[in-house]
């Protein structure tokens, strides 16, 4: 459809039209009953333990991640994956730290992290996409980005600017997909990922009708945290996998 120089124009077109379609509705109030999660449960004077204790995945991929990124044969644009780690494994303690006592001004720790995360990932997926050299303008600048818009929501109780930095990775991931080749081995890890982090929001958004389904064993937000860390781990196993090629040799034949 586009010259090759030219293909960045598809994705971001998309992305602007997303921004400019949010900020012509009205302003997104956060519900008060976001925080009334099904599963409330206590044990051993933790509340809301299962909600507060599957945060630890995110803490297993955050450390998994980083630790390949510090490897010799680490993957390329290791900055910005370093940062996309990082960004994950402080979802640890920000949602942690929320769901020990769910309102909003401890939500804002809680999606602080994960904008980090988000507008790394955004970076990255643009930067292997289009050109590496990209991610040395791009990670600072998305990652303010992705903090202004938690900053916004706190002072104006508006998630517009929030929904466009959750949203932006999960549009771009298809896009570059259909708009360039693949730069690296194992893309389709990324399709996986967004796939299961859709998952993910359907759990959250289902939270109460999940905990009655399972016989209030487990809750839907439970289960998102889990599912949603699961996404980042096929993220990290892309990366693992493109790690290992260099270290692949072709068997020797014998003469």
């Given amino acids: 459809m586009f010259p090759p120089r030219y293909r960045w124009v598809g994705p ?18 956060q519900s008060p009953a976001y925080h009334a999660l099904a599963d409330s449960r206590s044990w051993y004077g933790v509340p809301n333990v299962l909600n507060v204790v599957s945060n630890a995945a995110f803490l297993y991929v955050g450390v998994v991640g980083l630790r390949l990124c510090f490897e ?13 780690f990082l960004g994950v494994a402080l979802v640890c303690a920000g949602s942690a730290y929320y769901h020990w006592r769910p309102d909003n001004a401890r939500l804002v720790w809680d999606r602080l992290p994960m904008t980090v995360a988000f507008m790394a990932l955004f970076a990255a997926v643009i930067a292997e996409h289009i050109g590496e050299s990209l991610d ?15 900053q916004w929501w706190q002072y104006t109780d508006d998630l517009r600017p929030y929904l466009w930095v959750q949203a932006a990775p999960l549009v ?11 730069r690296y081995g194992y893309r389709r890890y990324l399709l996986y990922a967004l796939g ?22 487990v809750s839907g937000h439970t289960l998102k945290h889990l599912v949603a860390a699961l996404s980042t781990y096929l993220i990290y196993r ?16 014998t003469p």
């Fill in 12 to 29: 971001a077109a998309v992305l602007s039209v997303l921004l400019a379609g949010l900020f012509a509705i009205d302003p997104i109030p």
């Fill in 72 to 84: 010799p044969e680490g993957p390329p644009l290791r900055l910005v994956w370093s940062i996309f």
């Fill in 136 to 150: 040395r303008y791009l990670l600072a600048p998305a990652v303010v980005v992705g903090i202004a818009s938690v």
């Fill in 172 to 182: 771009a991931v298809p896009l570059l997909f259909a708009f360039y080749p693949s």
């Fill in 196 to 217: 299961v982090y859709l998952l993910a929001k359907a759990l959250e958004l289902y939270d109460h009708e999940v905990y009655r389904l399972t016989w209030r064993i």
């Fill in 238 to 253: 892309m990366l693992r996998q493109r790690a290992l090629q260099p270290a692949i040799r072709a068997p020797r034949t």
